[in-house]
C-alpha cells in the first residue's frame, strides 16, 4: 500500500547511510529461479522501485514455503539479494523442499555478506548446512 511504502521510505531515510539494509516482505517481489511457478503481487513494481530508490542490499521473504536465494539486478545498476525462507517448523514445505524445514543464518561483514539455508536431517535429529551463498556488499 502505499502507507506501507512511505513508511519504508521514511525508516530508510533516516537510517545510517553505510547501514546494511533489510527488507522483510511476504511476498517475493519478482518471479524467482526457483521456485519455477509462483505468484508475485499485483504493486511488486512499487517495491522493486522502493528497493532500488533505497538500495536495499538484502530482502527476506516467504510465502512460497520453498527455500531460494538469489542476487536480482535492478535498474539503474542496485542489485538486491532476495532470500525466500522454506519452513522452519511445518510439513508445508513445497517442490523439491517439500516435507522438508529449512531455515536461513544471514551473516554480516563490513564487505560481505552470507545466506546459509540449513535442512533438517531426520536421521541426525539435527539441521544441516544446505548451501551459503556469498555475496560482496557494494
Keep these: 500500500s502505499a502507507g506501507q511504502i512511505a513508511f519504508v521510505r521514511n ?10 539494509r533489510i527488507l522483510v516482505l511476504h511476498h517475493p517481489p519478482v518471479l524467482l529461479q526457483r521456485p519455477r511457478r509462483h505468484d508475485v ?8 522501485d522502493l528497493i532500488g530508490e533505497q ?11 520453498q527455500s531460494s536465494v538469489e542476487s536480482v539486478p535492478l535498474d539503474g545498476g542496485h542489485s538486491v539479494v532476495i532470500a525466500s525462507a522454506g519452513t522452519a517448523s ?7 523442499d517439500r516435507r ?4 536461513n543464518i544471514v551473516r554480516v561483514r563490513d564487505d ?3 545466506v546459509e539455508e540449513r535442512r ?3 536421521e541426525r535429529e539435527e539441521f544441516q548446512r544446505l548451501r551459503e551463498s556469498p555475496f560482496s556488499r557494494t
Design 90 to 96: 511445518s510439513s508445508r514445505g513445497r517442490g523439491v
Design 120 to 122: 533438517f536431517d531426520s
Design 41 to 48: 503481487a499485483e504493486s511488486a513494481h512499487l517495491a522493486l
Design 100 to 103: 522438508e524445514n529449512i531455515y
Design 11 to 20: 525508516f530508510f531515510l533516516h537510517a545510517d547511510e553505510t547501514a546494511f
Design 55 to 65: 538500495t536495499v542490499d538484502l530482502v527476506l521473504c516467504g510465502h512460497l514455503h
Design 112 to 114: 560481505h555478506f552470507s
